[in-house]
């Protein structure tokens, strides 16, 4: 986007690899009207480069670049470099979806360069795919399909009421997931790689089955050690730890008004559960966690424990890295939290 584009007189459009490129849209706006430029470029031809003149910018205001390919709409990406003191496009800064020409370290010729970011899909299906799986897998195990334990178990329940609740802890889990993500999150990411999905999917469906087998096998055996008290103290730990989840996922979207991609330092708000951001910079995943931890307790089964430990791992990496970029981005950032444990890690 130019704001008001005095000086600029070309953009330099580059396409790496044009293959699953149909077409590169080039929007100049100025006060009144809007010219269109419209740059079509062949599926399968061999056009690196595209070269839009702008004769006389000095009623423009913003241009938008659009590549548009099989799947989606991209906005502009890769990488814009100073025509001055050209680099290679992998030197070069990725843009961001709101960022202005005019404010780029751009001279009077702007050159982009796009990457061709393979097939797309939306953010908000990967995750429904992602949570809905492990939700229906887990009540086909619960309620004894066919072919999963010998014949005479078919759609029987077990007689140990720690499966039951173990049934309604897993299944809240998932469903506060679900519609979490259709009513509370606002992603700043519209789309995601394909491949992605049969990642997670892989990963989150995975653990699903290979827990819920175990929990509800005929044999299975409940908490021996501190027995009812034990799964009694580790529902109260889950279901604690599910409204601090929640709470934190209300907590940072009120950070981001709709429809925009902003991002802000998070701080204990009113709600008690959002004070551990004192100490903490992603308590969403100190939160999930802990849930893992309660439900690890109440089941005592080895898989739960395995997927609680990778969790944990996969969620301190996440976390690291989010608490690393607070630093980066604001200078005033609180310094006595830590990424996902307080004084810890
Ligand atoms: N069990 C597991 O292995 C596991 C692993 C990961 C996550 N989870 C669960 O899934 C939940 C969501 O995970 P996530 O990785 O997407 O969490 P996240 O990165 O903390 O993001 C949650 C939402 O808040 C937004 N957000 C985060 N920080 C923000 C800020 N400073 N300002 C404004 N908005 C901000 C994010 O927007 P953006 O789109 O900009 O990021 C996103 O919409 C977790 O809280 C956890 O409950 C579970």
Request: proline fraction near 6%; charge should be negative; glycine fraction near 4%.
């Amino acid at each position: 986007m130019v704001e008001d584009s005095v000086d600029i007189y070309s953009i330099v459009v580059m396409v790496e690899d044009s293959v699953d490129i149909y077409s590169i849209v080039v929007m100049v706006e100025d006060s009144v009207d809007i010219y269109s430029i419209v740059v079509m470029v062949e599926d399968s031809v061999d056009t690196y480069s595209i070269v839009v003149m702008v004769e006389d910018s000095v009623d423009i205001y913003s241009i938008v670049v659009m590549v548009e390919d099989r799947l989606i709409m991209q906005p502009v990406c890769g990488a814009v470099i100073n025509q001055n003191s050209p680099l290679s496009p992998s030197e070069g800064k990725s843009l961001k979806d709101e960022d202005v020409l005019q404010h780029l370290p751009v001279g009077t010729t702007a050159t982009f360069y796009f990457r061709d970011l393979g097939a797309q899909i939306s953010w908000v299906t990967v995750f429904l795919t992602e949570y809905g799986g492990p939700l229906l897998l887990y009540l086909m195990f619960y309620f004894r399909v066919p072919f999963i334990y010998a014949p005479k178990y078919d759609f029987t329940t077990s007689k140990h009421w720690v499966v039951h609740l173990a049934c309604m802890c897993h299944s809240f889990h998932y469903l506060k997931r679900l519609l979490e993500t259709l009513f509370v999150h606002r992603f700043s990411h519209g789309t995601m790689p394909l491949r992605n999905i049969f990642k997670n999917c892989t990963y989150y469906w995975g653990f699903a089955a290979w827990m819920a087998y175990y929990i509800n096998h005929p044999l299975y055996t409940p908490p021996t050690i501190y027995g009812e008290q034990q799964v009694r103290i580790a529902l109260i730990i889950f279901l604690f730890c599910q409204v601090g989840n929640f709470s934190i996922h209300i907590a940072l979207r009120n950070l981001r008004p709709p429809g925009s991609k902003t991002r802000k330092i998070p701080y204990p708000t009113k709600n008690p559960f959002t004070w551990i951001f004192l100490l903490v910079s992603c308590p969403n995943y100190t939160y999930e966690l802990g849930s893992w931890f309660g439900f690890t307790l109440m089941t005592q089964c080895l898989p739960v424990a395995f997927f609680t430990a990778v969790g944990f791992i996969q969620m301190t990496v996440w976390a690291k890295g989010k608490h690393r970029s607070y630093l980066k981005e604001f200078r005033d950032y609180p310094p006595l939290r830590s990424p996902i444990l307080p004084f810890v890690l």
